[in-house]
């Protein structure tokens, strides 16, 4: 086994961006850690999500911090910074996105058993509180990542990091 050389990996990456996988956007819901935005807005290029919502931010994209982390996958991710909530969930389904919250809550689906086959809306949210009741009363379902260690949550750049990657992954073709 070698690590791939830099031509070898150029193929491999347009292999991938040839895939056509469904419509997905991000709604973050009052994030207030300027890293982890740095981190979703990179892992949200790698996983090509179309458009990210911000509601109720706390932090501004554009903010030193943010960069740190993002190395400039900003500049792939197209986003708006909504007054409310509710404009931003509305928003979100006029583009015919099913609306799913990442959440540990009452009727949740693990993330591994939920059906992901029509353009989907992601909504994450603060790092300590999770989805306010109002999001996740705007959330058609939510969706839960299981965790077998004794640590009940996980950091919300890496909770969205999975989340991306699992819907991702049922797209990829060989």
């Known amino acids: 086994m070698r690590q791939l050389t830099g031509t070898e990996l150029k193929r491999l990456h ?3 961006r040839r895939e056509d996988p469904a419509p997905l956007s991000l709604l973050l819901e009052g994030l207030g850690g300027p890293f982890n935005l740095g981190a979703i807005l990179r892992t949200a290029a790698a996983y090509r999500v179309k458009h990210l919502h911000l509601a ?19 500049r792939y991710v197209p986003w708006t910074a909504h007054d409310d909530l509710d404009t931003a969930i509305a928003t979100a389904r006029s583009d015919g996105q099913e609306i ?4 540990l809550a009452e009727g949740a689906e693990p993330m591994h058993e939920a059906a992901f086959d029509k353009p989907l809306c992601l909504v994450i949210g603060h790092e300590d509180r999770g989805l306010s009741k109002s999001a996740l009363a705007h959330c058609d379902r939510a969706v839960f990542l299981p965790q077998l260690g004794r640590i009940g949550s996980l950091n919300v750049a890496t909770a969205t990091s999975i989340a991306l990657w699992e819907i991702r992954r049922r797209g990829f073709s060989s």
């Not at 109720?56 to 900003?74: E, F, R, S, Y």
């Not at 799913?100 to 959440?103: A, F, I, P, S, T």
């Open 14 to 16: 347009r292999h991938w």
């Open 100 to 103: 799913v919250g990442l959440e």
């Open 56 to 74: 109720a931010m706390q932090i501004d994209p554009g903010a030193t911090n943010v960069g740190k982390t993002a190395l400039g996958a900003d």
